[in-house]
């Protein structure tokens, strides 16, 4: 337990009851979590008897990771990468959804789902959004899928059902999209499937509707343990509720100036309220920053103070001095965009810097162009952190479905996905047909691909296709069921010839070669997760893939891992920091963003907290800009410098302030 300071010390010391650790950005929150778990085990708590939970894998995975270094446990190597495997008798780590992910899979029956329940991804939400519409005849100038989605998100968020968004509902949209959400929902039950918000939102259900459960799902735990608390809906809240009411060994940490994330649902009350939900809570507060120097902590402390509405505490840097912030105003933003370029090209030359360094942070996803082209006539190596997940691609949804085929009873969108792929001359008709009377008779579809339910009529060249297809499935089952998941997967890729399918669209050499790559790189994860799981499974390892594991946070770590400049959102750089940070677009209408100045009381503030998150990224050096004038349209438009730039610098009193505000 050496090298802890003595507030870090004071929350690892502190076992039992409700504690609050206020952990300020950079004051070494997961080293307190995962001290103190070492701590519990130390004392005799059993370390199956703990859980931890984040929010993202790639935080669950660096806990894992460091408790695994403290305490021992087993480790699996991989081929890229060394990675904590849980025991039966290890604490167990998890994200949200991974957790929500086992309960339902052991007890959702209890809600009228099938155990082996799919779950939806993006793409197949958007096309039974577009179904639903189609349906109750709902053109895209009064709702668009992508648009029905976001209502039913939002709901779902908020811990609200169809019935409760209706008489919540006050435009027309939304009295449009509270129709289609209850459509949704039971096309949802009706296929057997979930999509990722229900995942929060049945656990919630499941442990409100059936107490025994809870209690079940209580007992299998002593003490919890929650990171980013200021970033939980009202699910996860209530779910941490249900799982600590009784032993009440709740530790939360995380930090109210740091939650930036209203528009999915998290409501920075459960961390402002803390105290009043669990009365005997001890709070402690981490406020020894150790990533960022006493000139950019000074520029933090000053603008958060601004945030009326928060727990009381002050960032100390354990890096005295340090060079003072910059605030840049260039004419317009080609003009910002080439200073910046310029500035870290200049970086590069004369102070040994690396691209690594440096990360250029905007608002908006519109405003990294004018970068990219600077970048790239300097010859700069950049990321552009984010775009399309590997697990977005065609060929990946492919064999990841064909994959689900392999299961007792794979679901519904997996079969609609490759029952024509490659073209078995199953058309739309015949494909309509066959989900019609799979919802009409609740008859599983895939028993009527496999004949072991009537089919509707169909001409005898679609069954002949649906025979064959069902016959290559079912001996790569038989033939292989003692092999390797990996084997069987091989195996039924190459019986289906899905290099057809790839020779078909692509007809270039190079887009052929890298395309089938790509499926190559999914049996690769497979290898890799078949190596490292205790008792690996087909369903697990589909799980994993669609709850994240292998998408957004890891892209965004590999990318992260090349040695280039990058360029992302505030919201993408919250737990990183870079050397150098640059701050662009510093003005009224873009940060605070122009949709969070009609809700003064609660979007300015939430902006606030997402520059504040933006300048606490940096660790020695930070660039903040602005443009005299922006184009809207082709046209040059006068801007106004954000009144951050005031509050940071603590001009509070410059009469130009006011005009920020329109004051």
């Known amino acids: 337990m050496s090298g802890l300071n003595p507030a870090q010390q004071d929350a690892v010391d502190t076992l039992s009851g409700p504690l609050l650790v206020l952990a300020g950005a950079g004051t070494g929150k997961t080293r307190v979590i995962t001290f103190r778990i070492a701590k519990l085990i130390q004392h005799g708590v059993p370390r199956h008897k703990i859980l931890g939970v984040t929010f993202t894998n790639k ?6 990771e460091r408790l695994t270094a403290l305490i021992g446990g087993k480790t699996v190597k991989h081929k890229y990468k060394k990675k904590a495997e849980q025991g039966e008798n290890e604490p167990t780590i998890s994200t949200f959804h991974s957790l929500c992910v086992r309960i339902l899979r052991r007890r959702i029956d209890k809600l009228g789902y099938p155990l082996k329940f799919a779950i939806y991804n993006r793409g197949d939400q958007e096309g039974l959004a577009r179904q639903i519409l189609r349906e109750i005849k709902v053109g895209d ?15 779902k968020c908020k811990s609200l059902n169809p019935k409760q968004a209706m008489l919540q ?17 039971k096309q949802l039950k009706l296929r057997g499937c979930v999509d990722f918000d229900d995942l929060l939102l049945l656990t919630e259900q499941l442990f409100r509707e059936h107490p025994d459960v809870r209690e079940e799902e209580a007992a299998r735990f002593e003490h919890l343990l929650v990171d980013e608390y200021q970033d ?12 600590a009411g009784e032993h009440r060994n709740l530790c939360v940490v995380g930090d109210d100036d740091q939650s930036i994330y209203a528009w999915r649902g998290a409501e920075v ?25 006493e000139a950019i902590i000074k520029y933090a402390n000053t603008l958060i103070r601004f945030n009326s509405t928060r727990h009381d505490k002050v960032l100390r840097a354990a890096r005295p001095g340090g060079e003072v912030p910059t605030i840049n105003q260039w004419e317009d933003e080609v003009q910002e965009a080439e200073e910046v370029v310029r500035s870290i090209k200049n970086r590069l030359n004369l102070h040994g810097r690396e691209p690594r360094d440096f990360a250029i942070l905007f608002r908006t996803n519109e405003q990294p162009r004018p970068f990219e082209t600077a970048l790239r006539e300097a010859k700069l190596p950049y990321i552009l952190v984010g775009g399309m997940s590997f697990f977005d691609r065609k060929e990946v949804k492919d064999t990841l479905a064909y994959l689900r085929l392999l299961e007792d009873d794979p679901d519904e969108i997996s079969i609609l996905r490759i029952i024509n792929t490659p073209p078995r001359g199953i058309g739309k008709k015949s494909i309509e047909n066959l989900l019609n009377r799979a919802v009409r008779e609740k008859v599983p579809m895939w028993d009527m691909v496999r004949g072991y339910a009537e089919r509707p009529k169909c001409s005898p060249r679609v069954n002949q296709a649906m025979d064959q297809l069902a016959s290559v499935v079912n001996e790569v089952r038989s033939v ?25 669209i692509y007809k270039e050499p190079e887009d052929r070669e890298s395309r089938w790559n ?9 290898s890799d997760y078949e190596e490292g799981a205790r008792k690996p499974t087909m369903t697990k390892f589909l799980d994993r893939l669609l709850l994240g594991d292998q998408s957004a946070d890891n892209d965004k770590e590999k990318q992260l891992k090349k040695n280039a400049i990058a360029l992302m959102t505030m919201h ?22 122009q949709r969070s100045l009609d809700d003064d009381e609660a979007g300015v503030p939430e902006e606030r907290r997402l520059c504040y998150v933006g300048v606490t990224r940096a660790e020695e050096r930070l660039t903040m800009s602005m443009s005299l004038t922006r184009k809207k349209w082709g046209k040059a438009r006068d801007t106004k410098p954000s009144r951050f730039l005031y509050e940071l610098t603590d001009q509070a009193d410059n009469p130009n302030y006011a005009k920020t505000r329109g004051q």
């Open 572 to 593: 993408a750089a919250k737990g990183l920091e870079f050397p150098e940070v640059y701050m662009v677009g510093m003005e009224e209408g873009i940060l605070p963003h």
């Open 169 to 185: 509902s006050e435009s027309d949209a939304q009295h449009i999209a509270a129709v289609g959400f209850e459509r949704y929902q």
């Open 269 to 293: 009350e459960h961390i402002l309220a803390f105290a009043k939900d669990w009365p005997d809570a001890k709070v402690v507060r981490l406020e020894d920053n150790y990533r960022s120097t």
């Open 232 to 243: 939980t809906n009202t699910s996860q809240y209530r779910i941490v509720k249900a799982l």
């Open 480 to 504: 292989m069921g003692n092999a390797s998941l990996v084997d069987q997967a091989r195996s039924l890729i190459s019986r289906i010839d899905y290099k057809s399918e790839i020779d078909r």
């Open 141 to 155: 100038k009064l709702l668009k899928p992508n648009q029905l989605l976001f209502h039913i998100s939002n709901w």
């Open 59 to 64: 935080a669950a995975n660096e806990m894992k």
């Open 518 to 526: 790509v499926v190559e790189q999914v049996v690769n994860a497979l």
